[in-house]
Nanobody, 115 residues
Framework: QLVESGGGLVQAGGSLRLSCKAA???????????WGWYRQAPGKQRELVAS???????DYADSVKGRFTIYKDSSRKMVYLQMSSLKPEDTAVYYC????????WGQGTQVTVSA
């Protein structure tokens, strides 16, 4: 149900835009939920890095504040994460889901930042 894309290998200081398609969610479900981007680095627990509410209020983990921007396109049921000034510690597999983690997790998209 969730398909993430846009990851890759980038040098420190670079940028990437991640995309998440909630392919099978109905529009009312998509619009009525808050969505988040999560990441999981090797050996670490999955953590929430950015969220956007149904009214488009956003929040960010301190580690990414000022560098990442979350936004959505409700007509396409897409959630995006624009990442800038990337650091090696941003290396992880990135996932999207509702803040209630209501959907099955997708495959995620690998982001690797080289020093």
């Amino acid at each position: 149900q969730l398909v993430e894309s846009g990851g890759g290998l980038v040098q420190a200081g670079g940028s990437l835009r991640l995309s998440c398609k909630a392919a099978r969610s109905i529009t009312s479900f998509f619009n009525g939920n808050s969505w988040g981007w999560y990441r999981q680095a090797p050996g670490k627990q999955r953590e929430l890095v950015a969220s956007i509410t149904s009214t488009r209020s956003t929040d960010y983990a301190d580690s990414v504040k000022g560098r990442f921007t979350i936004y959505k396109d409700s007509s396409r049921k897409m959630v995006y994460l624009q990442m800038s000034s990337l650091k090696p510690e941003d290396t992880a597999v990135y996932y999207c889901n509702t803040l209630k983690e209501a959907l099955n997790w997708g495959q995620g998209t690998q982001v690797t930042v080289s020093a």
